[in-house]
């Protein structure tokens, strides 16, 4: 949160202890309080614009419930230029060694981190990571 923990919510009700956002998010985990912040800003921004777009888009943490989320596009991996770097481009490598860490770093991606699945006619990301997987074991005889 980046409301600091010393910030309290004062009390209504006279005598009535102040409580601190930690205990308020401890009972309450969905509330939620504009804190003035560039980003409550584009939350509760009503028009659309790139910039509300880039921040809220598949951000379900922070994107109200009504925001219509557009997917990713997954068919090449250079959208994904990070995914291309430390994944995708290790498993090419013609270093045994390289290729070895690449093929465990994209296991570990694929059982962590939740990537889009494509569609009939796109592989999607993960298709294309679990086939370089698959070359690189072949060309290296990794297991």
Not at 100 to 129: C, M, T
Request: one cysteine or more; glycine letters at 4%; hydrophobic letters at 35%.
């Amino acid at each position: 949160m980046i409301c600091p923990d010393e910030r309290a919510f004062l009390s209504r009700v006279r005598g009535a202890r102040a409580i601190a956002n930690r205990e308020r998010l401890t009972r309450e985990p969905e509330y939620y309080s504009r804190l003035g912040m560039p980003l409550d800003e584009l939350v509760h921004d009503s028009e659309s614009s790139p910039t509300r777009e880039a921040a809220l888009n598949l951000n379900t943490a922070c994107a109200p419930p009504d925001f219509p989320h557009r997917p990713i596009r997954s068919d090449f991996s250079f959208h994904n230029p990070v995914i291309s770097r430390r994944i995708l481009d290790p498993l090419e490598s013609d270093d045994p060694r390289v290729a070895a860490e690449g093929v465990e770093v994209a296991r570990w991606f694929l059982r962590n981190v939740d990537v889009p699945r494509g569609k009939s006619d796109d592989p999607g990301v993960g298709r294309q990571i679990k086939s370089a997987i698959d070359s690189a074991k072949g060309k290296h005889a990794l297991t």
